[in-house]
């Protein structure tokens, strides 16, 4: 089956009950190791699985990930059954490398001590890989990314190597999800798209499939987020992200705001939305600004301008994201310290900056002014910081309430 899978996304089934169904069909017969969140009960496994690994998802780093590739490398499975959030998915389909005849799992550990980014040989996936998500946003169980988490920070790995066969979305694997967490994902999925709309020269059906994704996004996630038929249209909808022309562009690092967020959580140890939460409307601001080192202002106002229409939002987008992320309750972290601003600023240049494409011409000190105008709380949890806009920015669109926020950090 996988000398067969050359498709650019795998197959996705989606809806009640998918996941027990498939998982019966796609295992029968075959040697199937499963690789599970431990916190996360799996009620579908394959009748004989031939090994079971549970992974503690706050603590998989380069290390765990070479302990469940020696364990596939003895059991040489079939089928890999992940289920889990990105971390684990993510673990998940690097650990499968464990099974490719180009070492590219040696590969890529080796080369992230190094560098940020990796790019793997192109190869096939060694394995059958059926991802089950059990969070929203990531996208995991439908592209080719992993994050991998060494002593150095979250580096990124990119292959085709690293894509699953199938991608089940089962809502009864999102009932745990709280509210916020289910905005989280809303929030993550929707970056994604505006991310990949500040590249210039955008195809008008790559806008298009940006802006109808988007908005129907904004317009899911203002439902009622304790619905299964909401989870799920949340999940395909992120999965949607990656099946589409949305993210096609001629930069494929335009969503320059990720490698900031990224290196802020790691330096700081928090989550990856909170940490964009913080950053996303400074970074925006200097875009609106004309700095083209942070993006293409044409293409970002034009898709904001379309996707945000319908609902009542500042029309200037570093104010309208900014509000955006305060409706929706998501919690942004306590303001880091001058000399935290200052070791992250050059961590950022140092992975993602300078001469590298991901973050080309920008060095520590255009991190360090992002920093310091970044949205951060109070000690309270109390934002502050929200940019100011641009002369003629207040306007909004046509009237429509989002949902109000619910507090909280997961």
Known sequence: MTDGFTARVPTLWHGRGIARTMTARLTAYRATMVIADSAVRVPFLPTRPTDVVELDATAVDAEAILGIAARIARQRPEVILAVGGGTVLDAAKLAALALARDRS????????????LTVLPDAPPPVDLVTVPTTLGTSSETNSVSILTNTH????????????????????NLVTLTATQVR???LEAFLRLAGASTGPARSARAHADAVSLGRAILEAAEGRLDSDDVRLRLARLSAATQRS???????PYASRHWYVANEVAFRLGMRKMSATAAIIAPVWRRICDG??????????????????????????????????????????????SSHDIDRIA??????????RPMLPGLVASDFRD???????????????????PREGGERHGPRHRLASPIRGAR
């Open 370 to 388: 992002v920093l310091r105008a970044s949205a951060w709380s109070d000690r309270r949890g109390v934002p502050y910081g929200v940019p100011a």
């Open 245 to 251: 022309a949305a993210l096609r562009g001629s930069d």
């Open 105 to 116: 799992l040696q590969f890529a550990l080796e080369r992230a001590q190094r560098e940020a």
């Open 184 to 186: 989280d994902g809303a």
């Open 153 to 172: 920070g979250h580096r990124l790995v990119i292959g085709r190597a690293l894509r699953p066969r199938h991608a089940l979305l089962d809502p009864e």
């Open 346 to 355: 050059a961590a950022i240049e140092n992975a993602w900056g300078a001469r």
């Open 291 to 336: 700095d083209a080192q942070w993006g293409d202002r044409a293409s970002l106002e034009g898709f904001w301008a379309c996707v945000s229409a319908p609902f009542r939002l500042p029309l200037d987008p570093a104010r309208g994201i900014a509000e955006l992320v305060t409706r929706w309750g998501i919690a942004r972290p306590p303001a880091p």
